[in-house]
């Protein structure tokens, strides 16, 4: 099994920034991918950002140029920084991890974007 707990989420005014953070634990394995995904009520969950162990990222249309995702392996921690924030970008946001055909979760936190 492998916990993953986020943290980070909060209220921020358009165009401000927030970090958020993953930190895994568990039976990782030595090969996974991360992601952080997000999902606002009455919509399916969508991604957000992937990052493979080795540093291979790839991110959704609407988060080039203003995320980045980023995994320290060594303390099992994955980010996602945000900058350029709007109010669409309101959205519970998951981390996720993927090793050996098996998807785990995060519990979610809330960003929520409005002045």
């Known amino acids: 099994q492998v916990q993953l707990v986020e943290s980070g989420g909060g209220l921020v005014q358009p165009g401000g920034s927030l970090r958020l953070s993953c930190t895994v634990s568990?039976?990782?394995?030595?090969?996974?991918?991360r992601g952080w995904y997000r999902q606002v009520p009455g919509s399916q969950r969508e991604l957000v950002a992937l990052?493979?162990?080795?540093?291979?990222?790839s991110y959704a249309d609407f988060a080039k140029g203003r995320f980045t995702i980023a995994s320290d392996n060594g303390a099992n921690t994955m980010y996602l920084q945000m900058n350029n924030l709007k109010p669409e970008d309101t959205a519970v946001y998951y981390c996720?991890?993927?090793?050996?055909?098996?998807?785990?979760w995060g519990q979610g936190t809330q960003v929520t974007v409005s002045s």
């Open positions: 568990g039976s990782i394995a030595r090969h996974y991918v």
């Open positions: 996720n991890q993927v090793q050996g055909g098996d998807f785990y």
């Open positions: 990052v493979s162990n080795g540093g291979s990222a």
